[in-house]
């Protein structure tokens, strides 16, 4: 038994996207695989990512990562988020990477006996997890002197990078190089996101590797005139058609009938709504793609469903077709989340777990 829903998940294009990301850059990626792999399944894109080579990767959770090592993933795994001190011994029995990202996780990581793998966050202008960099100093310090703490790496998060021209980019980066004059000989560094492959290669050049998330998946969206490379949409979203009816010019369609048919016509119902991760905001202003062709989604997205209507020249549909949310044959995720007045991050990492995640290769 399936749901009707499936995310069909492009191996070749992760893969390929991986290639484009590492010749990119000249630097080892560390692979981004929180919130289910950006919604396209976690384990089977860290495993294909393991298989092509990766042995870096990183979450968002303590959770998260203890998942990805009970699956059998044996690479090195950074937790980014802020976890609670009594957490400590649980990142140390799984072999987990621990950032020290606030002032009061560093004092509970310095009091410590239980041996810890950590790396050193600094906030250069994100403004959101980090210590301030005129700490950097002390902090370098009272980590090494701890026996049971072992500094993996120092690291900061550009808040801009995607977009060319910023000065927060510019100010971060002089921040960032004065933090990376004060650290020990051989001591890693990163900064670059995939914004810093494509956008402002100025980031990458101060950073020893990086950290691929949005670019795997194929769906950076840069501004401008920024090219991305050549990278390949992962995930194409498909459902079925469960029912084709006639419909008169004039009928009202959906929840509180907000959408009226503008002529004689069908109305096709698709099993997919916005529990599948179809955005509700999509309503009578989305399309899906059927044999090729589009047809807008008529009325409110439901929970479960949605409908979509053909004009009466349009090519036949039939129940069982197979239709495209997004992707191959439909409209892109980029698409979709202009639609949707959000981001393609928002769109996929939306897809609920009752949705198949069906891996090609």
């Given at each position: 038994m399936h749901?009707?829903?499936?995310?069909i998940?492009?191996l070749?294009?992760?893969?390929?996207?991986l290639?484009?990301?590492?010749r990119?850059?000249g630097l080892p990626?560390m692979?981004?695989?929180?919130a289910?792999a950006y919604?396209?399944?976690v384990?089977?894109i860290?495993?294909?990512?393991?298989?092509?080579?990766v042995?870096?990767?990183?979450?968002a959770?303590?959770?998260?990562?203890?998942?990805?090592r009970?699956?059998?993933?044996s690479?090195?795994?950074q937790?980014?988020?802020a976890?609670?001190a009594d957490?400590l011994e649980a990142?140390s029995?799984?072999?987990l990477?621990?950032?020290?990202?606030?002032?009061?996780?560093?004092?509970?990581?310095?009091q410590?006996?239980v041996?810890?793998?950590?790396?050193?966050?600094?906030d250069?202008g994100m403004?959101?997890?980090?210590?301030p960099?005129?700490e950097?100093?002390?902090?370098?310090e009272?980590?090494?002197?701890?026996?049971?703490?072992t500094?993996?790496?120092?690291?900061?998060?550009?808040?801009?990078?995607?977009?060319?021209?910023?000065?927060q980019t510019?100010e971060?980066?002089?921040v960032?190089?004065?933090i990376r004059?004060?650290?020990p000989p051989g001591?890693?560094a990163?900064a670059?996101?995939t914004g810093g492959v494509?956008?402002?290669?100025?980031?990458?050049?101060m950073?020893?590797?990086v950290?691929?998330g949005?670019?795997?998946?194929?769906l950076?969206?840069?501004?401008g005139d920024?090219?991305?490379?050549?990278l390949?949409p992962?995930?194409?979203l498909?459902s079925?058609?469960?029912?084709?009816?006639?419909?008169?010019r004039g009928?009202?369609v959906?929840?509180g009938?907000?959408w009226?048919?503008?002529?004689?016509?069908?109305?096709?119902?698709?099993a997919?709504?916005?529990a599948?991760?179809?955005?509700r905001s999509?309503?009578s202003?989305?399309?899906?793609?059927?044999?090729?062709?589009?047809?807008?989604i008529a009325?409110t997205v439901?929970?479960?469903m949605?409908?979509?209507?053909?004009?009466?020249n349009?090519p036949g549909?039939r129940?069982d077709?197979?239709?495209?949310?997004w992707?191959?044959g439909?409209?892109?995720?980029?698409?979709v989340a202009?639609?949707?007045?959000?981001?393609?991050y928002?769109?996929?990492?939306?897809?609920?777990?009752?949705?198949?995640r069906?891996?090609?290769?």
């Amino acid at each position: 038994m399936h749901s009707p829903t499936r995310a069909i998940i492009d191996l070749p294009a992760l893969r390929h996207n991986l290639s484009l990301i590492e010749r990119g850059s000249g630097l080892p990626v560390m692979a981004v695989v929180k919130a289910n792999a950006y919604g396209h399944g976690v384990e089977g894109i860290s495993s294909a990512l393991a298989d092509a080579g990766v042995k870096r990767f990183a979450v968002a959770t303590l959770p998260e990562a203890i998942a990805l090592r009970e699956s059998g993933l044996s690479q090195r795994i950074q937790v980014f988020g802020a976890p609670r001190a009594d957490e400590l011994e649980a990142f140390s029995r799984h072999g987990l990477e621990l950032t020290i990202s606030t002032t009061q996780l560093l004092e509970a990581c310095l009091q410590t006996r239980v041996p810890l793998a950590v790396q050193l966050q600094l906030d250069t202008g994100m403004v959101r997890l980090g210590l301030p960099p005129e700490e950097t100093r002390t902090a370098l310090e009272r980590i090494t002197e701890v026996p049971a703490l072992t500094l993996t790496g120092v690291f900061t998060h550009f808040a801009s990078a995607d977009l060319a021209g910023k000065r927060q980019t510019t100010e971060q980066l002089a921040v960032w190089r004065e933090i990376r004059a004060q650290l020990p000989p051989g001591m890693e560094a990163h900064a670059s996101a995939t914004g810093g492959v494509f956008t402002t290669p100025a980031v990458k050049g101060m950073s020893d590797l990086v950290r691929a998330g949005i670019g795997l998946y194929g769906l950076y969206d840069p501004s401008g005139d920024v090219p991305d490379g050549g990278l390949r949409p992962v995930m194409r979203l498909v459902s079925r058609v469960v029912r084709v009816e006639a419909i008169r010019r004039g009928t009202p369609v959906s929840y509180g009938g907000r959408w009226t048919a503008p002529e004689n016509g069908r109305i096709i119902t698709v099993a997919c709504g916005y529990a599948d991760g179809l955005p509700r905001s999509l309503s009578s202003r989305g399309q899906v793609g059927i044999g090729g062709t589009l047809y807008p989604i008529a009325g409110t997205v439901c929970m479960d469903m949605c409908m979509a209507f053909a004009p009466p020249n349009s090519p036949g549909v039939r129940v069982d077709d197979e239709v495209t949310l997004w992707g191959t044959g439909g409209p892109s995720v980029l698409e979709v989340a202009r639609l949707a007045g959000t981001i393609p991050y928002e769109i996929v990492c939306g897809v609920s777990q009752r949705v198949a995640r069906v891996f090609t290769d």
